[in-house]
């Protein structure tokens, strides 16, 4: 018997991370129908533009799904803030009735959606707003089922029992991916495949488990900092999602009131080679890295530079773009580990619907993980809620926000 | 007299800095002629679409200053990355006989903007290029200016005095600017603003001193990382460009060797209010948070909502999204004071180019003071050569990748 503590520990871990795939929903129900889905995202594909209202939980998920549309159109926006220079922006571009508008939100009851919603309403105001719109949200009585019911607006339901940032392989990332044209069956298929080895892990090859005991390990020797390295494009809006995933489920107090948790930040390669690297390299030793690569990059022609002398040019001669992206991801990992720092490579063959689904149900996993290792519940977020009110409250009392001299200006 | 180590600290940095006014290119060449700059730019105005080639300091700059645009043409594409799949995309989204392509690179020898440039020059081949093209660089021998003179391509001079990171007010930012249609006289005028007050500040009214005095108080408190939190959306380009500039400004080891620097984090408000608010909040205390608000917000129409019942909608009614902004900003500094976070706010009464200026020329000081605190070189970068270097000895070996298994696929 191992009496060693953070063996223990990881024992246990694997243990509560193997006993979750038979009892949590959000595991369960990979297997739901989704004909209904399909269904809404048909009537969706035939618009020209689709603009999705929801913030944290209800468009992460969706946005980095749909960051592998090959398709111009429909052109997806997903509008998750409530900057109304930037919606005036997008309203601008778009004609109502070439448009849908998909509004999502758990509770029904968050306030930006709502006012991005009762915007847009106003804005519809003369296209057959239930062939236009369609409202997401749990069932029962809250705000955004109200405005649906008042405009007979069509509905889905968001599963009531997993929470918006593990809720990527439900409705909330499903409906844009199949609006994209995305194989969303693939990409559950991928969560799958991980849930499967999963079964089988010993603590040893359970790469989620060795993740989060790696960065459980450094945080107790004060490396507070994670950061996701993506030397693809595509993969900018997952580390976002994942961004919001960690922070919120691992970002808290313990049972004794002990403050958790670390901070995840995105670095995009190559292009934060050139903006962060210098201070990850040789400033404080207080981060993790994981680098997120792939093999197989898009061939753009090779250049063509035998014909000058500087080596800078000669160098690129008959070699693509992708082989030089390919040389960075590389140089970085090599570089990070000569300077002695902690780093790990996820390495993707290709980057498909079915990988995407298998690198999303990994963190996923690594943070559940993690959770239990740091002693909190992955599930809550109980520091928000004081915000939220506080927000209510002076929105109250506008018109004469005078505490801090805000006012609205209107712009023409 | 003050024998206070951290007064002396702080007297030593603000005549450090008053020095700097009038001795540092940066500062003394915003004052320089524009004409030729102008120039270029009215030439490039009457494309559909501008293709920029750079990364980090020669992006970052013009990418923060042209989220001011207000036309929709022409349209500025910032290619700061080797990704071959955006790449190709953006290429196919473009005409070449509609389209001007700007290539910067301070040294002339970035081994990424190289690659664009070649890939491009062969994609518009058919074109006149000295008519689509142009070349910014410092003067002198380098693998660019090479590759001008090969195809005569025009060129504007990179000041070789002035940094990447540093550049936003000469070329690399104003001749986006100017294309943009920005007024880029007045950002500067913003800038020198804040430089007039800097020559009569006190230790005590120095915004910048007291920003960078109670970063590094923080930071010997164990507070290692510096969270930026933007209400406004075409601020978040800003946050990127300050994220370099810090990060690569104060990140690296000190005289005798020790690390020092905190890490720059981006977050968008109100978004990350419910992707990170969490973690801030109730997670360890190792952040500083500056609050960049803005006080008048655009207004759409507001909110009617006076036929519901639900107190989530009726607390809408005649509300306009600009006003849940600021409700949602200063609900979020309290927020933060409510739980001992520190927290600063810097408050925009409008996103104007003058205000811009003077906040990045306000963010560029107090990263000179903090430097000068934490006894580090501002202006050098010297842990990032090695990562270079490797990237172009892996590039030449590729074709035979194996060590990483790495491939380039042809995707068609």
Redesign the interface.
Known sequence: MNTNPLSQKAQQTLEYLQKLVTTLPLFQRLTDDMTAIQEKADHFRQFQDVLILG???SS?GGQAITALQESASPKLHFL?????????DVLKTVSPHKTGVIAISKSG????T???L??CL?VWDETPLAHHFLIVSEPGQ??IR??AS?FSLPTLDHPDDIGGRFSAFTVVGMLPAFIAGIDGQSLRQGALDVLANLKEATVHDSPALVGALTQFSLCQQ?V??SVLFTY???LQLLA?WY??LW??S????NAIGL?????P?RA?G??D???????????????FFTVL?L???????S???D????P??T??HN??????????Q???I??LK??NCPVREL?LE?LTPRSLGSLMMHFILETLAMAHLLEVNPFD????E???K???????R??G?A?????????E
Chains 1, 2 share one sequence.
């Open positions: 913030t944290g939980g992460l998750d803030n409530i900057d109304a220079h930037t919606f005036a009851n968050t306030a930006e709502l006012m991005q009762l915007t106003k809250n705000a109200e405005v008042k004060h507070n900092q693809c494009d595509r976002s961004c919001q922070a919120e691992v970002g808290k107090k403050a958790q948790g670390t901070t930040i995009a190559a292009t080679q050139h903006s962060q690297l210098q201070l990850y390299l040789d400033g404080p030793r207080d981060k690569t093999a197989q990059q898009h061939s753009l022609d250049a063509q530079a014909f000058f002398d500087h800078a040019l160098t690129l070699k693509t773009m992708g082989q030089l992206m390919i040389a960075e590389m140089a970085t090599d570089t000569a300077n390495k290709q977020q109980p520091a928000v004081q915000g939220k506080l927000a209510l409250d002076y929105l109250s506008a018109g926000c505490k801090h001299g805000a006012e609205v200006l209107i712009e």
